[in-house]
């Protein structure tokens, strides 16, 4: 459009006509072209000389993402003796308005005039007339949007003028930063991690390396399948013939009555329809939940959460016809007052007066494989067995008999590996397995129910949002003194493992600070939105970042930087921290980052770029390692060896263990390793079948990052107990193989199968204990986790002030892991960890409320991959090192605590927004929520053109 494009346009008959791209785009979705039209091409004419062209974007995300805004201008200037006259001018907009817009009263004010800096002045005013957006205009962000529309012309006006002889004078050096486009060079990383060269710990490692080339192997394996899609995942697995697809009725209310269900007249009528299954139908219990029963499997009465409760299940021949006819049931509802919001959940007089707030969002846990359950029948309808995704085959189990009335030893879950958990299939998955045995169940015949993305997302709950409301009281110093904190929690429409979270959000709401005394209390928050669930860090992760905003909050008060805060040893619930390692990671980082050095450039690079800041952070995690809930510290594995007939030796080689679901996090080849070094042999004789409840009972979820730790203690003490019986038989003889002395053993009848357990030793925590720190009067016990995980981050952004848009220039992270098993995979997961924390913290999730002017109450607006953005690969930091630490003692659990280190980011963005808003005479502490989106960086920035949009104490509205 800016640069006067025509579309040729042929018909089926190969009539052409042409049309302007200006009187293309006619409405909301609606183009120029008639039925039987194609665009053929797009003609875009010649520059002439002295036209000046250039376009603009911007998004959420770098790529793959649709425009918030885009803009094309395009401007003819004229010489005359003295100065640059406008010729021609045309300005286009995307994302303002239902289709694309041209500015026409700002080209009829800008032709004739004398290109120069009054101009400038005039043309913003000019425009802010010209593109008109309503407040209640969809799409949201109205106030930011407008101000995209400005900057994109002020940019314009500084790339143009900087080309020019006359005007290019008066322009400050420093705003030129506004027109520099953002250097992107090649992404580089370092993988950084110890081998120790001595002692017999030389021999161990020595082996752990040779093992890891062959685990490389091995690994190559394992990943190629699911590169090439060969890897079965629950939904590929084939339905037996005629097997029926299930969909779930779901209501459309945030809390309501239920008044009438139809009896599936209208859905019976649908095609391939089978049958309609509802709370009535329930065999046994209909009230599921993993801690106490407070969530129907299917609505009786009410409605409690706003998108999508499940009412019922339909079944049909094919998933589409099982949808449509889920579709056709017909529900009338009574609206009854729903609570949208932590705030609106809790009685406003419970806050300390003058304490400050801290709101921290959500996140969706986006695992690639959605929810999916495959349940069939055995011996006449006797026993139910099932095929899901899950990280917790056994609470699928307990789901199903608890539903349908059957003993547990009856029903067989089964899970071969997963794509992707990080906790969404630590307790949400099994409500879908249990909806979708009880029609596999009464009907005898196989049923599978795959959840579409949206529904997904949108029934399945995200990662907990919480309030923190903080009083800190600390010394010039920087000694924090004592903390009175409350936190909440939106646990959504049932208690799940909410609490469980809301009490590991406690356990590191110190993160890593000394605070001699604190008070703290958590409360969950019951409102109409899906319960919220575990998500990687399982409240960690929000406790910890409360925590950095206070921190933050007083380094700011003290003028001091945040990382000369006191670190402690001690934690607030009394647990001793053992071998901490904090001083000599944080002081490696610091000096391996060249602190001193990166803030004086920060500060250099600054001063010389009035619209693009730059800032530096370093964040400094410890993340305790265990399930909070003591009980669920227990694993079993079973170890065989490979019975069969026959003469290959090769089949003796072959081991197979169970236990502990693959999700991508690399367990089963950790401890694959572990089997294949206790009993030296090589790890592609290590065979891992599905983990199954008929082979290990009782488990507890794969999950708290501990699994490496646990199922490999367990799997040696398997290992340990087969080669003890086959001792004798080795001593006497001298076997060319392992798999001979294994035939020779069987022969004399050894049992070559071991049954391993393993319990999180000397961990426990009484919730109702007192202690007194100073008095060190500790009662025990104190000890919720086994141990500690340490980390931090050092994190270098450049900010665009007038568009929000942000990139990270150097993340560098340290890890204290050591002798890792893997460091593949430990590279790999605190990488992963840290690109996901920093989509928690800097993307974005969406739901509406009563303020909301577009999205209707409790709707998730974000219900796909087209709305909700992950990071992708220009978010990937453009520096991005990662250093495994060698830690004291043992290996440590690295799934879940290098996911805060990303905060490092967040509070860079802070800083370098604090720079843009110092520049401008703003010097007051501002708060800045979770995620840091381009919306919410740029209107922090409080230059003139957003003073001119907003007051200093706009709040971008994105809510949880
Ligand atoms: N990595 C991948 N690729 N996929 C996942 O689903 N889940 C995370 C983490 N890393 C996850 C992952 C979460 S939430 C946890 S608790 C741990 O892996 C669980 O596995 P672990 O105990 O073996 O570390
Ligand atoms: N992590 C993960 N899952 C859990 C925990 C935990 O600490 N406690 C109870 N379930
Ligand atoms: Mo992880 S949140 O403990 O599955």
Redesign the pocket.
């Known amino acids: 459009m800016a640069v006067g494009a025509k579309f040729l346009i042929i018909d089926s008959k190969g009539n052409s006509r042409t049309t302007l791209a200006e009187n293309f785009f006619l409405g909301y979705r609606k183009v120029d072209l008639a039925s039987g039209e194609i665009l053929l091409s797009v003609f875009l004419p010649w520059n002439k000389r002295f036209e000046y062209v250039k376009e603009f974007k911007q998004s959420h995300r770098k790529d793959d993402d649709i425009a918030i805004v885009n803009a094309g201008m395009c401007i003819q200037l004229q010489e005359t003796s003295e100065s640059w006259v406008v010729a021609d001018a045309s300005i286009a907009y995307g994302g303002v308005a239902p289709c694309s817009l041209s500015a026409k009263k700002a080209k009829g004010f800008l032709v004739g005039k004398v290109w120069d800096q009054n101009l400038l002045q005039d043309a913003l005013k000019v425009l802010q007339n010209d593109i008109l957006l309503k407040d209640d205009a969809p799409g949201g962000m109205v106030e930011f949007r407008k101000s995209l529309t400005l900057s994109f012309l002020f940019k314009f006006f500084l790339w143009v003028s900087h080309q020019l002889d006359g005007v290019k004078e008066s322009i400050p050096a420093s705003h030129l930063s506004a027109v520099h486009p953002v250097h992107h060079p090649t992404i580089t990383g370092s993988q950084d991690y110890e081998i120790m060269k001595h002692g017999h710990l030389w021999v161990l490692l020595r082996f752990i390396y040779l093992q890891n080339l062959r685990m490389l192997d091995y690994m190559f394996n394992i990943l190629y399948t699911q590169v090439t899609g060969e890897a079965e995942y629950a939904d590929d697995i084939q339905l037996p013939s005629n097997g029926f697809h299930a969909a779930l009725v779901l209501s459309r209310k945030p809390h309501a009555r239920i008044l009438s269900i139809d009896d599936g007249s209208e859905a019976m009528s649908s095609h391939g329809f089978v049958g309609l299954f509802l709370a009535k139908d329930v065999l046994a219990h209909n009230k599921i939940e993993p801690v106490v029963y407070d969530e129907e499997l299917f609505a009786t009465e009410y409605v409690t959460c706003v998108v999508f409760q499940v009412i019922g299940v339909v079944v049909a021949d094919t998933h589409e016809n099982a949808k449509a006819a889920a579709r056709k049931v017909n529900v009338k509802y009574e609206d009854l007052p729903a609570i949208l919001s932590i705030k609106e959940a809790i009685n406003a007089g419970s806050f300390h007066p003058n304490a400050e707030k801290c709101l921290i969002k959500g996140q969706e846990l986006f695992?690639l494989e959605p929810h999916s359950s495959l349940v069939w029948t055995l011996d006449g309808g006797n026993e139910v067995h099932m095929i899901s995704s899950t990280?917790a085959p056994q609470k699928h189990q307990k789901y199903v008999s608890h539903v349908l009335g059957l003993p547990m030893s009856k029903i067989v879950c089964k899970t071969k590996r997963?794509g992707?958990?990080?906790?969404g299939?630590?307790t949400r998955s099994a409500f879908i397995a249990a909806a979708a045995s009880l029609p596999a169940y009464l009907l005898n015949w196989p049923v599978k129910l795959t959840l579409d993305r949206d529904v997904d997302m949108m029934i399945t709950g995200q990662r907990h949002s919480f309030l923190g409301k903080y009083k800190v009281r600390f010394t010039n110093e920087g000694s924090v003194l004592a903390l009175d904190l409350e936190i909440y929690n939106n646990a959504g429409n049932s208690l799940d493992p909410s609490l469980a979270i809301l009490e590991r959000a406690m356990f590191h709401s110190d993160n890593v600070y000394y605070i001699p005394n604190m008070r703290i209390t958590g409360k969950v928050c019951f409102t109409n939105f899906p319960s919220h669930t575990?998500?990687?860090?399982?409240g960690g992760p929000q406790g910890m970042l409360i925590t950095e905003n206070w921190i933050h909050r007083i380094a700011d008060e003290l003028k001091m930087s945040s990382e000369e805060i006191k670190q402690g040893y001690i934690s607030h619930y009394g647990q001793q921290l053992e071998h901490c390692t904090l001083h000599q990671l944080w002081n490696e980082l610091k000096l391996s980052c060249d602190f001193v050095k990166a803030c004086e450039q920060v500060d250099l690079f600054n001063s010389h770029n009035c619209w693009k800041k730059r800032a530096i952070a370093m964040v400094p995690t410890k993340f305790g390692i265990s399930f909070t809930t003591k009980l669920m510290n227990q694993v079993i594995t079973i170890y065989n060896h490979g019975r069969c007939s026959g003469s290959c030796l090769y089949r003796w080689n072959c081991f197979s263990y169970q236990w502990?679901v693959e999700?991508?996090?690399?367990?089963h080849t950790?401890v694959a390793q572990i089997a294949a070094s206790a009993f030296n042999i090589p790890l592609s004789s290590v065979f891992i079948s599905d983990t199954s409840t008929d082979k290990v009972p009782n488990s507890s979820p794969?999950?708290?990052?501990?699994?490496?730790?646990?199922?490999g203690a367990a799997v040696l003490d398997a290992c340990e107990q087969i080669k003890a019986r086959m001792e004798p038989v080795a001593s006497r003889n001298n076997f060319n193989s392992f798999a001979e002395l294994a035939v020779v053993c069987f022969a004399e009848r050894i049992d070559l199968s071991g049954h391993g357990f393993f319990i999180t030793p000397d961990i426990g925590f009484d919730w109702k204990m007192e202690w007194n720190l100073s008095n060190k009067v500790i009662l025990e016990p104190h000890t919720p986790f086994r141990y500690f995980t340490y980390g931090a981050a050092f994190s270098e952004v450049e900010i665009d002030t007038l568009t929000g848009d942000f990139h990270t220039r150097v993340a560098s992270r340290i890890m204290v892991l050591v002798l890792s098993r893997n460091p593949a995979i430990d590279v790999?997961?605190t990488e992963?960890?840290f690109i996901q924390g920093l989509g928690w913290l800097a993307l974005e999730l969406k739901w509406g409320d009563a303020a909301h002017k577009w999205i209707s109450p409790g709707c998730l607006y974000t219900c796909g991959p087209g709305a909700y953005k992950i990071p992708s690969i220009n978010d990937v930091p453009l520096k991005f090192n990662v250093s495994l630490l060698k830690a004291i003692h043992s290996s440590k659990?690295?799934?879940?605590p290098p996911f805060f280190l990303a905060s490092a980011v967040f509070f860079a963005i802070k800083d370098a927004i604090r720079a843009a808003r110092l520049e401008v005479g703003w010097s007051d502490w501002f708060p800045l929520d979770n995620p840091a989106t381009p919306e919410r960086i740029r209107m922090a920035c409080l230059d003139d053109i957003a003073s001119s949009l907003i007051n200093s104490d706009f709040h971008p509205t994105l809510r949880v």
Request: avoid cysteine.
């Open positions: 695992y990280q997963i992707g958990g990080f906790g299939k630590e575990a998500f990687r860090g399982f502990g999700m991508g996090q690399g367990l950790k794969t999950a708290a990052s501990a699994s490496s730790d646990m199922y790999g997961q992963g960890a659990a690295v799934g879940e």
